[in-house]
């Protein structure tokens, strides 16, 4: 009876351990409660703390001072991992960026997006690209901090015999700028999340899961219907071998990013998908 009480004891200690862990490991795009922050922030918060949820990116303070920001993402035990710098500020404001980033206590600088005119995408605005995310990113890591590009599948056009994206991996210096993939954004424009973590193993730190509802037509122009974000393991993008991929290719931190006006409903769902993979 003795061994089998022990055994019990340790078996629930392995369970909640592997349950925090999990928790853990999913984090959350608080972008994706937008609508719901503009209402009432503390009540997000909580909100996203009740989830399980104890790493966040984050997109702004919602009208908060930095302070009161932070204050509040410390009482809901709440890490903020990433955010978000313009390509304009990483540009001609480099310190402020630096400083925010500082201030907030995130590891991470993300760029989401890279400037261009309409729907032509040229080699010269990755060239650009280069240039500004080398230099931003050599000084975010002279002061502790991580730059990572966001992808938001225009950089996959042909280029030579490969893509523009191909000339951006192999021309930026892992050694001061990686990437984040958005697996939505990868899907889209017709490529394989799995096969390019696989291709750039330990390039791709950072994740953002998100699911398209089948048969959603895709494009190179780095557009979408937010309506087609689903739940996760529901859509088209292969969620469950996406993570499976990641964790064993150096993707450091996954976040949850639904756009859809259903988010609130469809993140606990989400979560609950995740914390059931093996």
């Known amino acids: ?11 629930s200690l392995f369970i909640i351990s592997y349950e925090t862990t999990t928790a853990q490991e999913i984090g959350l795009q608080l972008y994706s409660l937008r609508n719901q922050f503009a209402k009432d922030v503390p009540a997000t918060m909580a ?22 920001f932070k ?9 903020p991992i990433s955010f978000g710098a313009d390509f304009k500020g990483l ?17 991470y600088v993300v760029c989401h997006w890279i400037p261009h005119n309409g729907n032509d995408f040229t080699l010269e605005d990755v060239k650009k690209a280069v240039e500004v995310f080398n230099a931003a990113g050599k000084v975010l ?24 994206f191909d000339y951006l991996m192999k021309n930026l210096d892992a050694n001061y700028a990686n990437f984040e993939m958005d697996v939505f954004w990868i899907k889209h424009p ?30 190179e122009n780095g557009q979408a219907d937010v309506e087609t974000n689903v739940v996760l393991g529901t859509g088209d993008v292969g969620i469950a071998e996406i ?10 931190h ?14 606990p769902v989400s979560l609950a998908f995740l914390r059931g993979l093996k």
């Open 141 to 164: 890591k002279e002061n502790g901090l991580s730059f990572c590009y966001h992808p938001h599948g225009f950089e996959f056009r042909p280029y030579e015999t490969g893509t523009l």
């Open 71 to 79: 204050k509040l993402l410390s009482q809901n035990n709440i890490t």
């Open 47 to 68: 909100k996203v703390k009740g989830w399980g949820i104890r790493e966040v990116e984050l997109g702004g303070t919602y009208g908060l001072s930095m302070e009161d």
């Open 190 to 219: 017709g490529q394989d999340p799995v096969a390019l973590l696989k291709k750039f193993p330990n390039r791709f730190l950072l994740m953002h899961l998100k699911d398209r509802k089948p048969g959603t037509p895709g494009n």
């Open 243 to 252: 993570m499976k991929t990641g964790k064993r290719t150096g993707v450091k």
């Open 91 to 107: 540009t001609t404001d480099l310190q402020s960026v630096v400083n925010t980033a500082k201030m907030l206590g995130v590891t």
């Open 1 to 11: 009876m003795k061994n089998n009480i022990t055994r019990f004891f340790l078996l």
């Open 254 to 267: 996954f976040f949850i990013e639904d756009e859809s006006s259903r988010s609130e409903q469809q993140i």
